[in-house]
C-alpha cells in the first residue's frame, strides 16, 4: 500500500473488500454477506478459511490485525470496524 494515503478508508471500502474477500475464499456469496453476519455461525466460513481471511485483509487494507484480535472479530461489522480503526 502506499505510504500516501489519499483519504481514510471507509466503512463502505472495507465492506465491500470483506465481501470480495471471503467470496473468494469461502465461496458464500458477496451478496449475503452484512456488517451483522457472524462469520462462523451465519456464514460458516471455517476457522481456516478465517486466517485467510484475515491475512488477505491485512494485505488489502495495509493493516495488521493480531491474532489476540482475530476471535474478538466475530461479526463483519467486527472487521469493518477494527479495519476502518486500524487504517487511521
Request: glycine share 6%; aromatic share 4%.
Amino acid at each position: 500500500m502506499k505510504e500516501e494515503k489519499a483519504m481514510a478508508l471507509t466503512e463502505a471500502d472495507v465492506l465491500a473488500g470483506i465481501k470480495e474477500i471471503v467470496e473468494e475464499i469461502a465461496g458464500i456469496p458477496a451478496a449475503s454477506i452484512e456488517l451483522g453476519k457472524n462469520f462462523t455461525d451465519d456464514l460458516e466460513v471455517d476457522s481456516l478459511s478465517m486466517v485467510e481471511v484475515v491475512v488477505e485483509c491485512e494485505n488489502r487494507f495495509g493493516v495488521k490485525i493480531p491474532d489476540e484480535k482475530v476471535t474478538e472479530l466475530a461479526t463483519v461489522g467486527d472487521a469493518v470496524n477494527f479495519i476502518v480503526e486500524a487504517a487511521k
